[in-house]
């Protein structure tokens, strides 16, 4: 069984930057897409940008975080990074990633991230 484990959430001030992980326990080549989702209280859980698999990774931001997000991953495709710099109050959510495979959803745990003055 494949486990996610992510890690870089925190308080931030606006402007501030994070730099969000999730690990897998093994490499993920066969993956579909590998992506951020993240959920503010109150609020449906939402795409935040994601990578296609194989060799073109093909990335897709969503409009509120183009220019500032950038999602990258490790050569060994078992890591997916998300870069948010110039963080905004509204971007305040637990962060969850999410590796889409042949059979299913892999989900990590979430992490929250704050920004706040």
């Known amino acids: 069984q494949v486990q996610l484990v992510e890690s870089g959430g925190g308080f931030v001030q606006p402007g501030g930057s994070l730099r969000l992980s999730c690990a897998a326990s093994?490499?993920?080549?066969?993956?579909?897409?590998m992506g951020w989702y993240r959920q503010a209280p109150g609020k449906e859980r939402e795409l935040v940008a994601a990578?296609?698999?194989?060799?073109?990774?093909?990335?897709n931001y969503a409009d509120s975080v183009k220019g500032r997000f950038t999602i990258s991953r490790d050569k060994a495709h078992t890591t997916v990074y998300l870069q948010m710099n110039d963080l905004k109050p509204e971007d305040t959510a637990v962060y969850y990633c999410?590796?889409?495979?042949?059979?299913?959803?892999?989900w990590g745990q979430g992490t929250q991230v704050t920004v706040s003055s």
């Open positions: 990578i296609a698999g194989g060799g073109g990774g093909m990335k």
């Open positions: 093994r490499n993920m080549f066969a993956a579909k897409s």
């Open positions: 999410k590796i889409a495979v042949a059979w299913g959803d892999l």
